[in-house]
């Protein structure tokens, strides 16, 4: 069975720095892509980054220049380091996973930026 793990969220204030990590377990080939999504309160999840198998990484406009998502493939780990953050980047991240057809999500890691 896959699993995912986030770690790394916590507050922080505006313009400090946060690297999210997500390891996935289990039986694991395949991969089509590792990466982020948020969700605010009140609001629908969004894409923030993803890493392609192919290395593309296409990110949410709100945090291109600022977010920077990347992989380590042998340890099954994607990474999200997250600079000049804003307190409208305050949301629960949700690590995802595709492979074999399959998506998976971690259940979320809170990230809070006070202003």
């Known amino acids: 069975q896959v699993q995912l793990v986030e770690s ?3 507050l922080v204030q505006a313009g400090e720095s946060l690297r999210l990590s997500c ?11 590792m990466g982020w999504y948020r969700q605010a309160p009140g609001k629908q999840r969004e894409l923030v980054a ?9 990110y949410a ?10 992989r ?8 999200l380091q997250m600079n000049s953050l804003k307190p409208e980047d305050t949301a629960v991240y949700y ?11 971690g259940k979320g ?4 930026v006070s202003s």
Request: glycine residues 16%.
């Open 8 to 10: 790394g969220g916590g």
């Open 23 to 33: 390891a996935a377990s289990g039986t694991i080939s395949g991969i089509n892509f």
């Open 50 to 58: 993803l890493i392609t198998s192919g290395g593309s990484t296409p």
């Open 61 to 70: 406009d709100s945090v291109k220049g600022r977010f920077t998502v990347s």
């Open 72 to 79: 380590d493939n042998a340890k099954n780990t994607v990474y």
């Open 95 to 105: 690590c995802t996973m595709r492979a074999y057809g399959m998506t998976y999500w």
């Open 109 to 112: 890691t809170l990230v809070t």
